[in-house]
Each structure stands twice: as C-alpha cells, then as structure tokens.
T-cell receptor
Framework: DAKTTQPNSMESNEEEPVHLPCNHS???????IHWYRQLPSQGPEYVIH???SNVNNRMASLAIAEDRKSSTLILHRATLRDAAVYYC??????????FGAGTRLTVKP | GAGVSQTPSNKVTEKGKYVELRCDPI?????LYWYRQSLGQGPEFLIY????????DSGLPNDRFFAVRPEGSVSTLKIQRTERGDSAVYLC?????????????FGQGTRLTVV
C-alpha cells in the first residue's frame, strides 16, 4: 500500500505561497495521490488528486515527481482560512485511501 | 442535495455496551468508507463498501466491530462490548465511483466516548 510521510508541521505567512511536501516511495503505478485538509471539529475536505501529471484546480496545485515517489501541494497565496491539517494519501488497491498523520499548517497574519 | 450525514453527532456510552453509528451518504454514491480518528492523529481506515458489499474490511480492529450497508445507501457501524479505547471520532465518507480517481466527501463525524 502507498504509505506516506509528511512533516509534522509547517508555518507560512499570509499571502505567501506554501509548498507542502509528501513522500510516497512505496506507491504503485496505479495508485492515485490525494490531498485532503481538515479544519478543527470538521471532517476532511478534498483538495486535489492526481496520478502522473501535475494538476491545478481553484484551491491548489499538485506537483508530482517524475518517479512518483513524492509530490508537493502548492497553495499559491495562503490565507488564514487555509490553516488546517493537510493529509497526503495514497490509494490502496486502487479502492480506498489510507491517511498518515498529516502536516499541521499554521498561517501567520 | 445534502452532504454526508452522520448520526448521532455525539454518543456517550458505558463500557461494555453496544452502539450503532449511522451514515447517510450522498444520494447515488456507490462507494462508502468508515474511518476513525483519535485526537491528534489522522483518520484510520476501517472498512470500504462498494454497493452493498464490503470490498475491504481489513481495517476493522477486531470482531467487536461490524458494519452493514444492506440497500447500498445508508450504512451502520456497530460496536459490541465497547471499551474505553474505542473512544474516537468515527468518520464516514462517500464517493461516486468505485475507484479513488474521484473526490470523497466526508461527514462531520460521530464523537464516541466510552466511560
């Protein structure tokens, strides 16, 4: 299964870009890489996902390494509302997702 | 329509009692997932349903835990002989497809406290 490793915490200043790294060296060729975030007292919220190519949506960008052993979630301009725990997950047997401990992002005004 | 709904939002039970936690997924979603989350940790996978069947129940910690989805929509997570270590937030998620090449929607969770 696709085990993931992320830094425990990161800090960013408001209005600056944030790059959240994730290592998934055991990922298989058909496992998708997903990112979710979780605000206090809420369920996780989808951010973005991809397989091989870089992906962009209204929330963020996902840069996937060519060997797929790592990826980076990019928040182009962090806001205070982006403060959350960010989870990088790999799919397991291409069906369900397994979460690690995530990265707690603090955004300073 | 509504998102994923979980009831109750909070449940306090005594050690040794039986509890049921309910999940109403988004209408039409075929895939349904149960996770549990302890304080300061990420969600821990429990079980995944595709339609009515449990496609992967490898995350259920022991035989006190059981989940059903008899009509392919609502799911119930059942815990027998609850223990204090079962205290956690139980999260349910649903998605429109069998694979994970899609977005999963999570409910707000049920906070279970075993005293």
């Amino acid at each position: 299964d696709a085990k993931t490793t992320q830094p425990n915490s990161m800090e960013s200043n408001e209005e600056e870009p944030v790059h959240l790294p994730c290592n998934h060296s055991t990922i298989s060729g058909t496992d998708y890489i997903h990112w979710y975030r979780q605000l206090p007292s809420q369920g996780p919220e989808y951010v973005i996902h991809g397989l091989t190519s870089n992906v962009n949506n209204r929330m963020a960008s996902l840069a996937i390494a060519e060997d797929r052993k790592s990826s980076t979630l990019i928040l182009h301009r962090a806001t205070l509302r982006d403060a959350a725990v960010y989870y990088c997950t790999g799919s397991y047997n291409n069906n369900d997702m397994r979460f690690g401990a995530g990265t707690r992002l603090t955004v300073k005004p | 329509g509504a998102g994923v709904s979980q009831t109750p939002s909070n449940k306090v039970t005594e050690k040794g009692k039986y509890v049921e936690l309910r999940c109403d997924p988004i209408s039409g979603h075929t895939a349904l997932y149960w996770y549990r989350q302890s304080l300061g940790q990420g969600p821990e996978f429990l079980i995944y349903f595709q339609g009515t069947g449990a496609a992967d129940d490898s995350g259920l910690p022991n035989d006190r835990f059981f989940a059903v989805r008899p009509e392919g929509s609502v799911s119930t997570l059942k815990i027998q002989r609850t223990e204090r270590g079962d205290s956690a937030v139980y999260l349910c998620a649903s998605s429109s497809e069998a694979t994970v090449n899609t977005e999963a929607f999570f409910g707000q969770g049920t906070r279970l406290t075993v005293v």
